[in-house]
Structure formats: C-alpha cells, structure tokens
C-alpha cells in the first residue's frame, strides 16, 4: 500500500512540474497551506573529513510530510516553487530554521559543525538575501562562521554587479559560499576567480561510476587539485562505497559527503551522533 501512495504522490508531483496548469496551480495551492500548518522540516545530512573521524559541516534538507501524500522530496516541490514567489516563502522559513538549528548546536556540541544552507538562484536575485541573512544572525547571536550558503553555478554565469556585491557583502560576514553540483552546469572556471566562493561540491554524478570510469577519475581528481590551488575546501557528494571513498583518499578530497557515512537525519539523531563522535576528555578513557 506505501508502494500504491509512493507512486500516486510521484505521478501527482509529475504532472504539476509538467504543463498540467490544474495540477500545477493546485500544488502551489498545496505548498501555501503547507508554510501555514508547519508541514515542512528539515534533516541534517553530515559533511565528514575524508578519514570520517569529524563531521565539518550538516546541509540542512528539506522535506515535506504531506498529510496524504506522505514525505515528499525537494525535488518535486521545490522546482515548481521557484516558478512563483512560493520560493521565496519557503526560502525563509529554511534560513529561519537553520539559524534556530545552528544555535541550538552551538549551545548543545562541544565543537559545532556549520550549518549549510540551499539557496535558490531566484532568492538571489530578488536581492534581500544580505538583509535576511544578516537579520537572522543578529537575531539568534549567531557568527557568520557558523553557516555556509550553497548557490548553484547558474546564479554565477547570470553575471550581474548585482549577485557579486550581495556574495561580497555576505562573506565578509563570515559565511562560506559553496558552488553546488559543481561541473554540472555551464562551468566557466572563470567565475572562480571572479567571485567570493570558498567551497566546491562535486556532484555525485561524477562518482556513480568512479570505480570503472577512468574521465571520471581524471576530472575528479583534476577538480580536487585545482581547488586545492587555489584553495578552495572541497565536498565530494554522493559517495556510497568504499572503493569511491579509498579513490577520494588518494585523490587529496579533503571532506566527503554520502550515504555510505550516513544520510539525512533528524535533528535529534544528529546530535546522537555528534556526542559519539566528540573526542573523548582524557579521564574518560
Ligand atoms: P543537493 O543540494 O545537491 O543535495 C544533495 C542531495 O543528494 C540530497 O537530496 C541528499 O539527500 C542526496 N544524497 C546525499 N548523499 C547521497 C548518496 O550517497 N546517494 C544518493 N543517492 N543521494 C545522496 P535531497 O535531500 O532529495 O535534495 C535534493 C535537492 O533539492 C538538493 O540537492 C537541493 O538542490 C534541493 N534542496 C534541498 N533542500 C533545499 C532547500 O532547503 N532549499 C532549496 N532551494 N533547495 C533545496
Ligand atoms: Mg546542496
Ligand atoms: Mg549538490
Ligand atoms: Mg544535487
């Protein structure tokens, strides 16, 4: 029966990312009642250093509990959201939330991983995101230092003096900004010397087929140096066996992120694990 909803719910999502106007215009409909009854949250998916002893950072992902469709992806929600101005709804209750999360963590871990925040390139564009981000810093007492924003390359070949002075302005707060899905857009490595950027995440597709796919080594490994020259912090996403992870070792990566260390998780399981993974007070051992 969870297999029948699963497969309604994707159909449902389908239809409403595709030209279907009555599913679509009901899905935003869906969306908007959603912010009000609080059915969003999110999971905290651990960003670990290569040798998996520490978890640098957690990318907050969001989800949606639907109350009949069940959990539903970002995928099949978020793309249709930024068509409309829902994106930008949805894009401040996530940086609200990540910034309670990051304080609780703060407050709760003997050494806080960052916090890593998706953003949309239309939130950027809109041109507030300096504000709102500033706002929910000085609100919690928050260090800039404490949150890494991912942007995707898109928003980067838009450019626009526009996006380059809100980047600047936001990491002179302290924030990280992350390229995400790095090499899967229209990559212009120009933008790398252009821009305030000091984090690249590989996308997974370039390490499905690590282990057989001698381009795929070499772009990946060439990626890894390359930031590294430039000293540019890497995550290389989607890493499920051990094999990537003894090739990624090799390469020089310096942090990983994947299901093979852990996927996303709540809150609570997080902290569960932070507290496993603290060093150890010497009188303890
Ligand atoms: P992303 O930012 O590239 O996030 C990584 C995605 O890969 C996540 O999917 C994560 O669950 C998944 N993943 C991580 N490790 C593995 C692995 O080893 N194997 C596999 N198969 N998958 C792995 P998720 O949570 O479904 O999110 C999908 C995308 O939705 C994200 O891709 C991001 O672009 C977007 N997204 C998620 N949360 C937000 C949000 O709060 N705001 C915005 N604007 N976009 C979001
Ligand atoms: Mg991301
Ligand atoms: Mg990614
Ligand atoms: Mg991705």
């Known amino acids: 029966k969870a297999k ?27 969306i908007y009642k959603a912010l009000k009854r609080n059915e969003f949250y999110l999971l905290y998916q651990p960003i670990w250093s290569i040798d998996g002893q520490k978890i640098e950072s957690v990318e907050a992902l969001i989800r949606w509990l639907h109350p009949e469709r069940g959990t539903v992806y970002p995928l099949e929600f ?3 959201a930024e068509e409309s101005a829902l994106i930008h709804s949805i894009g401040e209750w996530v940086i609200s939330e990540a910034c309670e999360f990051a304080k609780r963590l703060s407050l709760k871990a003997t050494v806080a991983p960052k916090v890593c925040i998706n953003i949309s390139s239309s939130q950027f564009l809109r041109g ?10 000085s609100k919690h007492e928050l260090e800039g230092s404490s949150l890494v924003i991912e942007i995707t390359e898109s928003i980067l070949l838009l450019d626009q003096d526009n996006i380059y002075a809100q980047l600047e302005t936001i990491v002179s707060q302290g924030i990280d900004i992350a390229v995400d899905d790095f090499g899967t857009g229209y990559s212009s490595l120009s933008y790398l010397k252009k ?16 282990e057989e796919n001698k381009e795929d080594q070499a772009l990946v490994s060439g990626i890894l140096s390359l930031a590294s020259s ?3 912090k890497t995550v290389v996403e ?31 399981l997080l902290i569960t694990l932070l507290a496993e993974k603290a060093p150890k007070h010497s009188s303890d051992t």
């Open 4 to 30: 029948a909803k699963g497969r309604n719910t994707h159909e449902y999502f389908n239809k409403a990312l595709n030209k279907d106007s009555t599913h679509r215009s009901m899905l935003e409909q869906d």
């Open 78 to 80: 978020i793309p249709l």
């Open 128 to 137: 507030n995101m300096v504000e709102l981000l500033s706002q929910e810093l």
């Open 195 to 210: 821009y305030p950027v000091q984090r690249l995440k590989i996308d997974k597709s370039f390490i499905d087929d690590l």
């Open 230 to 232: 430039l000293s540019l």
């Open 238 to 268: 989607g890493v499920e066996t051990q094999a990537q992870l003894e090739l990624l070792r090799q390469y020089g990566s310096p942090m990983i992120q994947g299901y093979l260390l852990a996927k996303p998780m709540t809150e609570d």
